[in-house]
């Protein structure tokens, strides 16, 4: 299984705290699993022209080839105004229509106010379903207060991402399976 | 019709056409060399006609993965080995080339097959040509309609005069040589949706039309509003020919054909679009109202006729060369479709619409 965590910012810490953490926790509990971590501050990924993700070179042909590789994508996010950063949504702009059919994708965000809540329900979750993800429902929300010093230190957010984890390797093995069960019942 | 070289009362005009991927093959990695590949695109050109097939098209990318970048060439390389059958480009992206160019040569293709040339143009569905020949996809609309325009005036004019934003102004200038005829048949590509079928439609060119999948339904609203906007601007849209270009897979059963057709389907998805093709949607081929070609003869003769009622098209041509099939296929495919499929096409087309 490829899972990439995909770390949406280039501003601040928190995500990309709260996406190491997740990486180290998959590696521990599913050592079998493949994962790679993309922080899009490390990258100089293009503004989507509408070419084609094959066409682009570089690191947006890297990004963009990578998670289309994947069999499940862990989005971290912050909210900026009261949205996921254009950085994260670059990402989406130069996908395909369908680019996440048959992947899993589950939601990571941090936030400055509590009152950000609704935003990744509101906003990045109708943007996954129309790229067909399978969409882990239950999100983690993070925020300010759950960190110290680039570690978080709320362990009830510790234990929502191992769930979060948990239920993304799940529904990522499930989804394959039923996949498989009905793909091998078309006889080609 | 006529102007278009089409006969109506041949019934519907049957051909294939390449696009030269060259991709590997999906079940070993291996990819043959450019230079089988090319002279295999001549070869499968003259079984068509062998076969008694209407038209062959060679179609034009300037990327990775393809092979057809100079397709007058190719074209030319068929005419010299056939003598009947029609050569179009399917198709010609005219945004990035001049259409000065381009007309001589398919006037010279045209000459050298004793008349037998046709440009199909379009706007390039990939990225690849824009950024070689340096234009800006900023201009995507814009150059084609620029170049189009000319491109028909070079084509109904004796002496041009013309000027534009991407090609020097032409003062009184006249085109060596000019096709056999005078006139060369001048299609419009158009993607499948209808924006751009209405755009042939508004200036009287004939459309060709790629309807790969999905419901053949679909596809009617793209014809409809092409011949209901051709009527608007004024032109008689019982003049103007229709062609349906698709990918088809042809074989003895229905079940053997699904099967053995889906690895090269989604090799050519995967390789050139980097998306697989979906086996739920695949499996819908089944039925005679979905759009994809794969099946038994009688199978493909009941969708294209199905197509014909909604359509009512003069030409109908299919890929069978794409996602690296083997030669030997298709050399089959030729021989059963010309045998088993194309007969029954002709007698029920023959005389209508």
Redesign the interface.
């Known amino acids: 299984m490829k899972i990439v965590l995909l770390s949406g910012s280039k501003v601040g810490s928190k995500t990309r705290t709260a996406m190491d953490y997740t990486k180290k926790a998959i590696t521990e509990k599913y050592p079998n699993a493949q994962t790679s971590l993309i922080d899009l501050a490390e990258y100089d990924v293009e503004f989507s022209?509408?070419?084609?993700?094959?066409?682009y070179e570089g690191d947006t042909g890297y990004v963009t080839?990578t998670i289309?590789e994947a069999d499940a994508i862990i989005i971290g996010t912050p909210i900026f105004q009261a949205s996921i950063p254009a950085t994260l949504k670059n990402i989406f702009d130069l996908l395909?229509v369908?680019?996440l059919?048959?992947k899993v994708a589950s939601i990571l965000v941090t936030a400055g106010s509590s009152k950000h809540y609704l935003i990744a329900e509101n906003q990045l979750k109708p943007i996954l379903g129309y790229m067909k993800a399978q969409i882990v429902q239950t999100y983690v929300f993070v925020e300010e207060q759950d960190f110290h010093r680039k570690e978080i230190t709320n362990d009830d957010v510790l234990f929502r991402i191992d769930r979060l984890i948990e239920d993304t390797v799940v529904l990522t093995e499930t989804y394959t399976k039923i996949r498989e069960e009905?793909?091998a019942a078309?006889?080609? | 019709m006529e102007e278009f070289r089409i006969n109506k009362n041949n019934g519907m005009e049957i051909g294939l056409y390449t696009l030269g991927d060259h991709v590997s093959d999906p079940r070993t990695g291996e990819i043959m060399s450019e230079h089988r590949r090319m002279k295999e695109m001549v070869a499968m050109a003259k079984l068509a006609e062998d076969a008694g097939l209407d038209v062959y098209g060679v179609g034009e990318s300037h990327?990775k993965h393809f092979i057809a970048s100079s397709t007058p060439t190719i074209l030319a390389a068929i005419a010299s080995a056939t003598e009947k059958i029609k050569l179009i480009s399917s198709s010609t992206v005219l945004s990035a080339d001049d259409p000065v160019r381009v007309y001589e040569q398919f006037s010279t293709l045209d000459l050298l097959s004793d008349g037998r040339a046709e440009i199909v143009t379009g706007r390039g569905s990939?990225?690849?040509v824009y950024e070689l020949f340096g234009y800006d996809?900023k201009d995507f609309e814009e150059l084609f309609e620029e170049k189009i325009d000319l491109l028909l005036k070079l084509n109904s004019e004796q002496k041009i005069t013309w000027s534009g934003k991407f090609r020097p102004a032409l003062n009184d200038a006249e085109i060596f040589p000019k096709p056999l005829s005078g006139k060369l048949p001048i299609w419009r590509a158009v993607g499948g949706k209808p924006a751009s079928a209405i755009k042939a439609g508004k200036i009287g060119m004939p459309m060709h039309l790629a309807a790969l999948y999905g419901a053949s339904s679909v596809f009617k609203h793209t014809v409809d509003a092409y011949h209901r906007t051709a009527t608007e601007a004024g032109f008689d849209s019982a003049k103007l020919p229709v062609a349906m270009a698709t990918m088809m897979y042809l074989d003895k059963d229905s079940?053997t054909a699904?099967?053995e057709?889906?690895p090269y389907l989604n090799n050519t998805f995967t390789q050139l679009?980097?998306?697989p093709f979906?086996?739920?949607r695949?499996?819908e081929a089944t039925s005679v109202k979905n759009a994809i070609m794969v099946g038994s003869p009688q199978q493909i003769i009941e969708k294209i006729l199905y197509q014909y009622e909604l359509y009512g098209h003069q030409r109908f041509i299919v890929q069978i060369d794409h996602g690296n099939l083997p030669f030997k296929k298709i050399q089959e495919m030729i021989e059963m479709f010309a045998t088993e499929v194309v007969p029954a096409i002709r007698k029920a087309t023959k005389g209508s619409n």
């Open positions: 022209d509408g070419r084609n993700y094959l066409e080839k289309m395909p369908n680019a059919q048959h009905k793909e078309y006889g080609f | 990327q990939r990225y690849g996809m079940q699904l099967k057709y889906y679009r980097g998306t979906p086996k739920d695949y499996a």
